[in-house]
């Protein structure tokens, strides 16, 4: 019995199964694959009925006749050069050869060529197998060239795009967004953006990703160095099919979710620089108000001083003397009510609406308005804003005026005549559930036994004094605690001082 006769010897018992010689030959003469055998010089000694489909030539006409009557003869030579190397060392050889049919139609054929060597170690035949792979090499290249004109789309497009998976990991992106990566220094800044428009996008990603879909929000990153970077951000959700075999009868994917990110910062900046002028006379008018307001309270302390010693007074003389107290009483109660005529005429504040805040964007209104003092002063600004901040609930004008009040403190402590190093620091950080802003500046700053006594009324360190000549820090401290915030004044890194504002995620102004 031969070895090719032998399929399966019994573990149980020494009977050999056989299967008959012509089992073997209708196998590979009906099998879908075209299949040929040669002899060692490639001449066709066998094919079968899938051979003649493929290549148009019955069994009759190629019997007899070389592999090469096959070739379209555009194949590289260095493929041959290759094939027949492989096949001398007695290795299997595959591969793709342009092939041409009996009717002269070109094809492309996958090869698989295995040397069949006798017992003494010699080739003496080759086993091919063959199937024409045409179609599927069309599509291959359909689908690349589609691949590369979807990316070149994409990438010429001049907004940015990235895709995420369920995890939150960015799968696919273009050129515009590896510009935004260089440009705000962020390493996602698909993950920046939905931290700041969607909180908790993480986990409705992966719960319930139709919670992370909007369309057209606006974003606003700010910088250390160079302009805030305006973004209008789209986000939907896409089903993404997995490439796991174990996939293959699973017709459900995965979601992704897709960001189309617009910048839109030229068109704010336009906005910005009309509502920049609105903004600096309505600061102007407001300083204007608080000035009159200021000088009005001060003018009522000063009075109140000397009218508490005349009531001190009328109560000592009304024991002496009931007559001249009669008088001074009539002088007291007539000087109480011009007083109150005059606190009456005190102009009130303005009154504002609750709104969602960024305090970043405060602080940049701030820097603009403030821009020709502080040039004019030569003080140069480190401004070192966090990416993006969380909304708080306030009112803004209030804020913008207390900022700027710190901020031209900061600019009247250092302008003072010799004083070389002008500079100052502003800085905003997110820590835990706070929101906390740093106005530092390089000035001689406040003697720690005074930093408890610059809230009160009327109080100033200007000149080392340390007396009550104006509202200093409390009107600052007012608005703070309107809003639901602290206030404390530190030693900054220059020396100067630090006046640092602490804000609540979840706090409401009174």
Not at 288 to 311: C, D, H, K, Q, Y
Not at 315 to 331: E, K, M, W, Y
Not at 390 to 414: H, S, V, W, Y
Not at 469 to 497: F, K, M, Y
């Amino acid at each position: 019995m031969t070895a090719p006769e032998r399929v399966k010897q019994s573990s149980e018992s020494s009977t050999w199964l056989v299967l008959p010689s012509e089992a073997y030959r209708q196998a590979v003469d009906q099998a879908d694959l075209a299949i040929s055998i040669t002899d060692a010089k490639a001449n066709i000694l066998f094919a079968n009925e899938a051979f003649s489909r493929v290549t148009g030539y019955s069994r009759e006409e190629i019997v007899g006749k070389n592999e090469a009557v096959l070739s379209n003869h555009t194949t590289p030579a260095a493929t041959y050069q290759a094939m027949w190397k492989e096949l001398a060392a007695q290795r299997p050889w595959s591969g793709k050869l342009l092939n041409r049919r009996k009717d002269g139609d070109i094809y492309l054929a996958e090869l698989n060529i295995s040397p069949v060597v006798d017992s003494s170690g010699k080739t003496t035949h080759y086993l091919g197998m063959h199937r024409d792979v045409t179609e599927l090499h069309r599509l291959e290249r359909v689908v690349r060239n589609q691949k590369q004109l979807i990316e070149s789309v994409v990438d010429a497009a001049p907004i940015a795009f990235a895709l995420l998976d369920p995890t939150g990991r960015v799968v696919l992106d273009n050129q515009e967004y590896k510009k935004l990566v260089t440009d705000l220094r962020v390493k996602e800044p698909a993950h920046t953006l939905l931290d700041s428009l969607a909180p908790a996008w993480r986990e409705a990603l992966a719960e319930d990703p139709g919670q992370c879909t909007f369309v057209n929000r606006e974003a606003r990153i700010d910088r250390p160095a160079g302009r805030a970077r305006w973004l209008s951000v789209t986000s939907s959700v896409i089903d993404i099919q997995s490439d796991c075999a174990d996939s293959y009868f699973c017709a459900a994917g995965q979601p992704g979710l897709l960001l189309a990110m617009a910048d839109i910062t030229n068109l704010r900046d336009e906005q910005e620089r009309t509502r920049a002028a609105v903004l600096q006379a309505v600061l102007a008018e407001e300083e204007r108000t608080a000035a009159i307001r200021e000088g009005l309270s001060a003018a009522i302390f000063r009075l109140e001083e000397p009218m508490n010693v005349m009531a001190s007074a009328l109560s000592v003389l009304q024991r002496r003397d009931p007559a001249a107290a009669s008088v001074l009483q009539q002088a007291l109660t007539g000087s109480r009510e011009h007083l109150e005529s005059l606190r009456q005429v005190i102009p009130p504040r303005a009154q504002e609406i609750v709104v969602s805040v960024n305090l970043n964007e405060i602080l940049r209104d701030v820097l603009e308005v403030s821009t020709p003092r502080l040039l004019g002063a030569g003080i140069t600004v480190d401004w070192q804003p966090a990416a993006t901040l969380p909304t708080i609930l306030g009112r803004p004008l209030q804020l913008r005026m207390l900022f700027k009040a710190l901020m031209d403190n900061a600019i009247e402590a250092m302008n003072v005549k010799g004083w070389k190093r002008r500079e100052l620091t502003l800085t905003s950080v997110v820590e835990h559930d706070r929101i906390v802003i740093i106005v530092a500046d390089s000035g001689p700053g406040i003697p720690e036994d005074w930093r408890h006594k610059a809230f009160e009324p009327f109080f100033t360190a200007k000149g080392g004094s340390g007396r009550h000549i104006g509202t200093g820090l409390s009107r600052v401290q007012q608005v703070v605690a309107d809003h639901g915030g602290i206030i404390d004044l530190d030693e900054s890194p220059s020396g100067g001082c630090a006046a640092i504002v602490e804000f609540r995620l979840d706090g409401d102004p009174i």
